[in-house]
């Protein structure tokens, strides 16, 4: 069962461009919606999280926007670079477990 | 402040043999916590420690177990190796506070059962 389904499964963009991932989840539970970034052969790297009271934090390019009625959250890269080819991965958790349940991720190939 | 931690980095074993992977978090985490990511998938959650104690455990055989120390590092034991666990095994360390969630991750350590 997944519990949260991410798309596209691969992004191809050009630099410049806007790059946008997007999450769903069903479990009404959940309360805290991470995104990470991870490059080959390193561990996933904490880019930017959001609480379900927010409808959108931004931190510099990178935009989480959320909608907890639709049980959607998504990323959205400005000025896309071809550093941030990787892959991206959003998660979702709930409780004091500190247990991340995560998408299937993104791999992000940005075009020089 | 050095992140987290992980050794070893790579790691070869026969299938039916036992493994130990060790993790040591970032200076003042409380918590670790243990991951398991197979190539092309998002990391699985296996384990959560925090002050020595379990406190989350993922759909995982009873071959895994994992302990954390006085000093917060933990390790990671899987016994009875399987082609299947193959895998990048990823710790991640957090404070417990006003945002446990945010998680930290290590770079991981890459087991290759043969």
């Known amino acids: 069962q997944q519990q949260v389904k991410q798309s596209p499964q691969s992004l191809i963009v050009q630099k410049g461009g806007i790059s946008i991932i997007n999450c769903a989840y069903e479990n009404t539970a959940f309360d805290y919606f991470p995104w990470y970034q991870q490059f080959p052969g390193k561990g996933p790297a904490l880019l930017i999280a959001i609480r379900p009271d927010v409808s959108e934090k931004k931190e510099g390019r990178f935009t989480i926007s959320f909608n907890k009625s639709a049980k959607q959250f998504s990323l959205h890269i400005m000025d896309s670079q071809p550093g941030d080819s990787a892959t991206y991965f959003c998660a979702a958790g709930t409780g004091n477990n500190r247990k991340l349940i995560w998408g299937l991720g993104t791999s992000l190939a940005v075009n020089p | 402040d050095a992140g987290v931690t992980q050794s070893p980095t790579h790691l070869i074993k026969t299938r039916g043999q036992h493994v130990t992977l060790r993790c040591s978090p970032i200076?003042?985490?409380?918590?670790v916590s243990w991951y398991q990511q197979v190539l092309g998938q998002g990391p699985q959650f296996i384990f959560q420690?925090?002050?020595?104690?379990?406190?989350g455990r993922g759909n995982f055989p009873d071959r895994f177990s994992a302990r954390q120390f006085p000093n917060y590092s933990s390790e990671l034991n899987v016994n009875a190796l399987l082609l299947g666990d193959s895998a990048l095994y990823l710790c991640?360390?957090?404070?417990?506070?006003?945002?446990?969630?945010?998680?930290?991750f290590g770079p991981g350590t890459r087991l290759t059962v043969t």
């Open positions: 420690y925090y002050e020595k104690e379990e406190r």
């Open positions: 200076s003042g985490h409380k918590s």
């Open positions: 991640a360390s957090s404070r417990h506070g006003r945002e446990p969630y945010e998680q930290y």
